[in-house]
């Protein structure tokens, strides 16, 4: 069997939909970030391989879980997560919710309905958020609720824009089957060199979910207490925004969705720069916040 190493399909956080420790984190925060970056890349890498039986995926993410969490022989590609986890104090249990997703990635093709893609959603995409706010410090209470929605919406949009790669490679397909029957869809509509009328209504359907989810987590930039972190969250969160939008209308299996590069940062540097105007009364209000709270 291969090592998780020589499983790497060469994928770096510079070839995700969406920016991965961008420089507007500050560089004490990157290293852990893109530790877990690395960490969870190779895992997935795992997951998607083409040749690997899912009993053989099951085995290497079991192997990873165990040198993360020391119970294990060492692995390169978990190493350095584990001694940023260390360094920071910080508990392993984000990194094992996205090994829980990958396992189901290595096992289950279909997913039933909305419900079943949220749950999927919890364990791959809302660990991600939590982690990043978990380096920064930043109130589990306070940001949590408001990441959590947002990171499940960057993960449908991913499934959106891939549906058809999804499909054709893997045979895996996380649009609900229930939307699918509801819109006269059918999974193998996602072979196609165009979506069918069916198909287009369901990604508009699940793009207008997104679009929800995001207005759900709109607050998140103004909850955060690191200035750089929500910047980078404001202008993550305008380009889902844009992204979803456009999959109301365009179709992913024919169609472009992704920004240009001047357009991704036009759109990237406006939602940063609102939220930095922002910031003062932001201030005031924890100043006012934290008055009240001493004179209790």
Known sequence: MITATEARSGKSHRDENFPVASRLVHPRHRGPILAFYRFVRAADDIADHPTLAPEDKLRMLDALEAALTGRGAPDREAEPLKAALAERNLSPRHALDLLDAFRLDATKLRYADWSELMHYCS???MPVGRFVLDVHGEAQQTTWPASDPICAALQVINHLQ??????????????PLHLMEHHGAHVEDLAGEAATPGLK???AELA????????????????IADTRLALEISAIHRLAVALAGGLRHRDPLSETVHHSKARFGLIALAAAAGTLMRRPFRRRLDAGLAAGTRGR
């Open 162 to 175: 891939d549906c058809a790669d999804d499909y054709r490679n893997l045979d895996r397909v996380y649009l």
């Open 123 to 125: 364990l791959s995409a």
């Open 201 to 203: 209504e369901v990604i």
């Open 208 to 223: 207008d979910r997104s679009l929800e989810l995001l207005g759900d987590g709109s607050a998140l930039p103004d909850l």
